[in-house]
């Protein structure tokens, strides 16, 4: 019985057992196992004494390496009884065949011991562990239970445990501090009756889904107030504990007392937003309180804000001592904290001596020009300080109206515009704020704000007017006169930007550029048409007449254009003929030696002073325009408007000047002037303001 039988019996062995049982082993490996045990089994076939046993090692065995499957068992005792005396060419006798059966069963029983033994090994291997792992969970169970119980008894926040109808089951001792109530009492109250009235609807609307089971956890700020009246900031977090059902079991709540963050971060808020020489609220707060009343009402709803400033506090300030002013600004903030009262209301001190009223409800605007009265009522009597009797009063903008479509900005700054026409208009008053006046303010305000950049771009241009001889219609002078040509809003007279450029002070320089112009086309005039030329007059005004640099820049502009200065006339009207302490300014008298000629403007509108033209180096009186229209014929004449200008006339002959009659439209207006006795006249009759090509043609035409 050659190896090469055993080999090819141990092969058919590994094939009939393949896919039987899950081994841990290649088929190589297999084939060499089961290669051993036919070994065995055929040393146990030929052993004299014939013994079985090895068989019953083989069954052992085959389970030891994973061939635990019945089907394993059955197709090996099958190949062992058939095919084993053949594959291995032994001769068949009953002797065999019955070895053969003993062989058999006795595998088989080594291979069920075996199999047995190992189920019954793996079943007490899962039941340990099922013990083990129960008395982790116990064990761990009673550790957290008792880390629970220590840290819900000690913590130091609190902490409830209530039923799902609010009633509240435990409470630790943190928490009995905080709400300052036994346990007992707490265990027959529900968490309904911590209900606190500041409570935000927010709160409770959190605590109903809680309860619904709709949310697990939230966490809000709560009030408290305890039974002896005191009360406690907390900082809650509510959690639902649900069942292994997923129902709702418990509500949690965990209770933080943040009562001393709450009153030192109050303490902070209250400083920060309080003015500390007044106490009353600052800027901040009363513009926190103004965005909320505009955010959280209905468009519909009106505000109001009186914005106070006092009347000459600086003087009182800087001549009585800070001491005195710190005084009377804490003195005036009682007085109108008495007089304004009302939820809806707040004083705040702005600033300086900026106070500023909010009515939150305003019924209207005649209610709040009521509280500007009243304000202006109760600084009426003298305010006493250190011996002082202060007579105040403060100006007060009002700006009143529907919140729709606004923003507390721009309530601060029409009321800020409007206070700033209530001081403009006479101090002790209050003002209302007028959208249109705004309207036109700021209209004013873009120009003038665009009119550096225009004077650059050279958007300024002059137009002229003849200065007629009244007798023989001969043209004397022309005037100068600005225009400016927008790129918006195309060409603007000098009515929209003069007085602009007075305020802003462009008017220098403005000025300075119409001058040279104007000396440029005279400098061309007289080149043009010789001495019978006119002379050009350009308007000086009253702030140019006091700009240090006039004298030279005329000077300058005459050199650099040639023009002789008995060719240049210069108009002021009567206030800029005037220095500040009604002294004649000086730099007319230098100019008039040089031989430039001086002309009083718009005569008859302002002061109408004759008698310090004497000292003045006056050459020429401007009658203003508005005289014409009582002069238009003699029948129809208004004889006090005729006495008058023949009483000027008379007076400005007396002083040697000679006079021109503005306004001249109509031929009877020009005859009676030169009947009282004018020199010259300027108006539409004559010619209207005209171009540089058409003033040229107009002079050719008229040149004497
Ligand atoms: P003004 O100096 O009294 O200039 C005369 C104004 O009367 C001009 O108005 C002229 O167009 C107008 N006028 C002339 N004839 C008649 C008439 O028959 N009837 C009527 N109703 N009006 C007539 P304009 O050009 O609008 O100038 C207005 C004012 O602007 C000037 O008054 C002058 O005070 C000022 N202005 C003009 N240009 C300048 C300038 O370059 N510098 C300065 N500082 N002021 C200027
Ligand atoms: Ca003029
Ligand atoms: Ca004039």
């Not at 220095?579 to 230098?590: H, N, V």
């Not at 310090?612 to 050459?619: G, M, T």
Request: hydrophobic share 40%.
């Amino acid at each position: 019985m050659s190896r090469t039988d055993r080999r090819r019996f141990a092969a058919v062995w590994a094939q009939s057992l393949m896919g039987t049982s899950y081994v841990p082993m290649t088929s190589a490996e297999v084939e060499g196992r089961l290669l051993g045990y036919t070994d065995e089994l055929v040393a146990a076939l030929l052993s004299e004494p014939f013994d079985p046993a090895p068989a019953h090692v083989v069954g052992d065995d085959l389970v030891a390496v994973h061939f635990t499957s019945a089907e394993s068992l059955a197709r090996s005792v099958d190949l062992l009884g058939e095919r084993f005396l053949a594959e291995l060419n032994l001769p068949e006798d009953s002797g065999r065949r019955q070895r053969v059966s003993a062989l058999q069963s006795s595998l088989c029983t080594g291979f069920v011991h075996a199999a047995r033994k190992r189920t019954l090994d793996e079943q007490e291997a899962i039941r340990q562990a099922v013990l083990d792992a129960r008395d982790a969970v116990e064990q761990a169970l009673r550790t957290s239970e008792a880390r629970f119980r220590a840290i819900f008894a000690e913590a130091a926040i609190g902490i409830s445990i209530a039923d799902m109808n609010g009633r509240i089951l435990e409470v630790n001792s943190s928490l009995r501090r905080i709400l300052g109530r036994p346990t007992e009492e707490l265990r027959r109250m529900t968490t309904h009756d911590l209900l606190h009235p500041a409570d935000s609807e927010g709160v409770w609307r959190l605590y109903e889904e809680l309860v619904r089971g709709e949310r697990d956890q939230y966490r809000i700020e709560k009030q408290f107030i305890r039974p002896d009246g005191s009360r406690a900031w907390t900082e809650l977090i509510m959690s639902l504990v649900r069942g292994e059902d997923g129902l709702p079991l418990y509500q949690v709540a965990m209770i933080e007392d943040v009562t001393d963050r709450k009153m030192l971060q109050d303490r902070l808020r209250h400083q920060a937003m309080h003015d500390p020489l007044t106490g009353l609220p600052n800027r901040a707060l009363f513009l926190e309180r103004l965005t909320a009343a505009m955010r959280d009402r209905k468009p519909e709803h009106r505000v109001a804000l009186c914005y106070m400033d006092l009347d000459g506090f600086k003087v009182i300030n800087d001549s009585l001592g800070h001491h005195v002013g710190d005084d009377l600004l804490v003195a005036v903030s009682e007085r109108l904290a008495l007089s304004v009262h009302g939820a809806d209301r707040m004083v705040a001190r702005m600033g300086g001596d900026e106070f500023v009223i909010l009515i939150e409800d305003s019924a209207s605007t005649e209610q709040a020009i009521e509280v500007a009265d009243e304000i202006l009522d109760t600084l009426v009597e003298p305010i006493r300080i250190g011996g002082h009797e202060l007579s105040v009063s403060a100006s007060i903008g009002i700006v009143e109206r529907c919140i729709a479509n606004q923003s507390a900005a721009e309530l601060m700054r029409d009321a800020d515009v409007t206070l700033y026409w209530a001081k403009a208009e006479g101090k002790g008053q209050w003002a209302l704020f007028d959208p249109e006046r705004n309207a036109t303010e700021v209209a004013q305000y873009r120009l003038s704000a665009t009119m550096p950049a225009a004077l650059e771009r050279e958007e300024f241009f002059v137009e002229y007017q003849p200065l007629v001889g009244l007798r023989e219609f001969g043209v004397v002078g022309v005037e100068a006169l600005a225009r400016w040509w927008h790129p918006d809003l195309g060409r603007l007279g000098p009515d929209r930007f003069i007085a602009l450029a007075e305020e802003t002070g462009l008017i220098v320089p403005l000025g300075r550029w119409v001058l040279r112009q104007a000396c440029r086309q005279a400098k061309q005039w007289h080149e043009e048409f010789g001495e019978p030329a006119p002379f050009v007059s350009v308007n000086l005004a009253v702030r140019q007449s006091r700009d240090p640099n006039l004298v030279s820049d005329v000077q300058s502009i005459l050199r650099e254009t040639g023009l002789e200065p008995c060719r240049l006339q210069l108009e002021l009207t009567e206030s800029a003929v005037m220095g500040t302490a009604d002294e004649p300014i000086e730099a007319l008298g230098t100019l008039a030696k040089m031989g430039v000629r001086i002309a009083i403007d718009d005569f008859g509108t302002g002061y109408s002073n004759l008698a310090y033209l004497r000292h003045l180096p006056v050459h020429e009186l401007k009658i203003a325009g508005s005289f014409m229209s009582g002069l238009r014929d003699p029948e129809r004449a208004d004889p006090v408007d005729a006495r008058i200008v023949g009483t000027l006339v008379d007076l400005a002959h007396t002083l040697g000047l000679t006079v021109t009659a503005e306004g001249v439209e109509t031929h009877a207006q020009a005859r009676r002037m030169a009947d009282i006795g004018c020199e010259t006249g300027q108006g539409f009759f004559f010619a209207r303001p005209c171009s540089t090509e058409r003033i040229r043609a107009f002079i050719a035409d008229h040149v004497s």
